[in-house]
């Protein structure tokens, strides 16, 4: 009898409402955990790019053309999520030729320094998120793959503790585009206002004022010695997704600008100790209005917001 044989998968309804054409999307938590899991599903194949950054990063499949895409928790028993999907494409088409093999790819956060329970997102969860794929809607804060998320993680400091993290998204069209960007924030690093002011993370237990890692590193050096006890603990995981067909050396490039820009709100980013993880997707066969740069840039705004929805609800 399997760990997990009791847990009931529950549907997360609702959430942040938008347009974003090609793509459907459903997220299954179980409340055992909690952990859970969002998978993103395109009925014509997309092409995707993946961007790994940081020394810890696990990624599922990676192919450059998706028949869906999932953000999941459990840290690498969430990789299940991934032959979950899979199983469910493969009894929907009812073929196993060649054009009809099933094309996933994803990635996992390690969600359990906030919780005791050993619950990970398994195929069960995968095919409820799957067939409660919907369009337009994505639920932002604590839920889904974010659901024990955490951010500002130092080790384990008796003075400085993390604030809990989340998931979040923005949707913005730009020209003939729509472009939405998802990400589910877990990171080692804390999180930045645009005006440089501290928003989360960090947390000095015996005064509740939030510290940056520099300050950490200037006034209690002692703390940061213990950084390296969670090794591979921290994870932020995004997908940027466009309606729009790009060539793929500039959806490549454009993953890596957007990815890039994250660390504007996000520091440290990128450490040997988080497995970051972007996809950039591209769906349809209309070619994008506007050259990929300026998406990119318009994408690294929008990612901004989906940080600070995540973190801030």
């Known amino acids: 009898?399997?760990?997990?044989?009791?847990?009931?998968?529950?549907?997360?309804?609702?959430?942040?409402?938008?347009?974003?054409?090609?793509?459907?999307?459903?997220?299954?938590?179980?409340?055992?955990?909690?952990?859970?899991?969002?998978?993103?599903?395109?009925?014509?194949?997309?092409?995707?790019?993946?961007?790994?950054?940081?020394?810890?990063?696990?990624?599922?499949?990676?192919?450059?053309?998706?028949?869906?895409?999932?953000?999941?928790?459990?840290?690498?028993?969430?990789?299940?999520v991934g032959s979950g999907i899979a199983s469910e494409i493969l009894s929907d088409r009812n073929s196993a030729s060649a054009p009809d093999i099933a094309s996933v790819s994803g990635a996992i956060i390690y969600d359990y320094y906030r919780r005791k329970t050993l619950a990970h997102p398994d195929k069960r969860l995968a095919a409820a998120a799957y067939h409660a794929a919907r369009p337009g809607r994505y639920p932002v804060g604590p839920r889904g793959a974010g659901c024990s998320a955490s951010v500002g993680q130092l080790g384990y400091s008796k003075r400085f503790g993390p604030e809990p993290g989340g998931q979040g998204c923005a949707v913005g069209k730009l020209g003939n585009a729509s472009i939405g960007v998802f990400s589910v924030l877990n990171p080692l690093g804390a999180i930045f206002g645009e005006d440089g002011k501290l928003l989360r993370?960090?947390?000095?237990?015996?005064?509740?004022?939030?510290?940056?890692?520099?300050?950490?590193?200037?006034?209690?050096?002692?703390?940061?010695?213990?950084?390296?006890?969670?090794?591979?603990?921290?994870?932020?995981?995004?997908?940027?997704?466009?309606?729009?067909?790009?060539?793929?050396?500039?959806?490549q490039q454009l993953g890596r600008q957007v990815h890039t820009s994250m660390a504007q709100v996000i520091r440290p980013f990128h450490t040997p100790l988080d497995g970051d993880v972007l996809f950039a997707v591209s769906v349809g066969d209309e070619p994008l209005s506007y050259p990929s740069t300026v998406a990119a840039e318009f994408a690294s705004g929008l990612v901004k917001q989906a940080i600070y929805r995540a973190v801030l609800h």
């Not at 847990?7 to 997220?27: A, K, M, Q, R, S």
């Open 201 to 251: 993370g960090y947390v000095d237990r015996t005064t509740g004022e939030r510290r940056s890692l520099e300050y950490i590193i200037e006034h209690h050096p002692e703390e940061v010695g213990l950084i390296n006890a969670t090794a591979g603990g921290h994870t932020t995981i995004t997908a940027v997704i466009i309606d729009k067909k790009i060539p793929t050396f500039e959806l």
């Open 1 to 80: 009898m399997s760990l997990q044989d009791n847990f009931t998968p529950v549907i997360v309804v609702g959430g942040l409402e938008f347009d974003l054409p090609g793509v459907l999307i459903g997220t299954a938590e179980y409340a055992e955990g909690p952990t859970g899991c969002s998978v993103f599903r395109f009925p014509k194949r997309a092409a995707c790019e993946v961007d790994r950054r940081g020394g810890s990063a696990a990624v599922y499949g990676g192919f450059p053309s998706i028949d869906a895409l999932f953000l999941s928790g459990g840290s690498h028993y969430g990789l299940e």
